[in-house]
């Protein structure tokens, strides 16, 4: 593969970014390849942890970046060693990219979550380093639906303890306790992608659906919106939460919920670990208030991040409760599609300063503005007059097309002038007191 695209140089000798088009997405039509190469692709550092799909792997370097992929963690020693020289950073959920190791990161240009959520990263440091967070909150959404079903099936029929039971040599062929999910009520706490979708599939066992959204929801097939949470847990036989972390959401479901929830019903997580009070879930198991439960998530400080021989948690040996490690999008179907769809947004960041997808960053993506053109990416805080600053500068040269987005504390301008002049006005901007990063595409 050649190296298409052109780099323009920071003062120490780190490339700023790069431009290329060989994953542009149908939706954006960015620059067509270029033949003249100012800073090779192999010097953009890519390093990536905890064993990120080859599918991603492969697009990066097909890009002709240069990346070093780790199957596990590195020690926070290491890891604050190599983002020093990193460009971008991908990652799954067990690294933690602290305030203080994005600081070390001085030529980072973006970083990359590999799963649904992105708490791992310090969101609010990256922004204000002028550096977006990427994730893929919804590749994994069918591998979910399908772990939810399955243990749904496995709760009523009580399979983890019949299980345990006869791998310990008991053999005890009994109906008592089990049933048929056919005719029961699923109640769904919050009707996104995972959501939905799993409605439409415990539908198809025969089971009656009603969720609860803080916002109003079209219903698919005959699932129905109940008015408020009390509601859904009074009415429902098995309860399953699909929300995000929020402070709305943390400590959602307590002792005083678990009350409202039918004798003998069942309670399954794996949306997010702060959501369930785990003691009280505990306590309700073993009074036999619940007959059952699902646990897939746990609280940061129960969740190892890596394969560990001495897990604790109170819900171990609790009866009916099916616990995994955080497996929800854990298939390689999911995490192929992952894979791919966090990779090529990486690249369209880095080759053309596309930000669509970045969950702490302004959404940007302007189309290419011809050969003639160099696009010029600013960075800079939201204050009031720094767009009129900016524009003071672009007064005295052809502009072809702009396009500013703002977010938080962060303002985030595309623009696109004739080519002789991106260098003199990058030079200006890069002098505005409210600049964090100004780089130049061409």
Known sequence: MSNEGMFTMDDTGSPVTARSDATAGPEMCFSPPRQTVSYPKSKIKILLLEGVSDEAVNI????????????????DDELAEKIRDAHCVGIRSGTKLTKELLALGQRLLCVGCFCIGSEQVDLQSAQSLGVPVFNSPFCNTRSVAELIVAAVISLARRLGDKNKELHSGHWNKSAKGCHEVRGKTLGIVGYGHIGSQLSVMAEALGMRVIFHDIVPKLPLGNSRQVADLNTLLEQSH?????VPSTPQTKNMIGEEQIKLMRRGSFLLNASRGSVVIIPDLVKALKSGHLAGAYVDVYPHDME????????ECDLRGCPNTLLTPHIGGSTEEAQAAIGVDVANKIVNYINAGASIGAVNFPQIGLP????????????????PGVLRDINLILADFNVTRQVLGTQGDVGYLVVEVDRAASKPIKDAIIKLE?????RILF
Do not use: C
């Open 368 to 383: 290419y503005g011809g050969p003639q053109t160099h696009r010029i990416l600013s960075i800079h805080r939201n204050r």
């Open 434 to 438: 409210a600049s964090i990063k100004t």
């Open 60 to 75: 990066l370097k097909q890009e002709g970046f240069n990346v070093e992929a780790h199957r596990g963690k590195l020690p």
């Open 304 to 311: 190892p991040g890596s394969v560990s021989d001495n897990w």
């Open 238 to 242: 098995f309860v399953t939460m699909h």
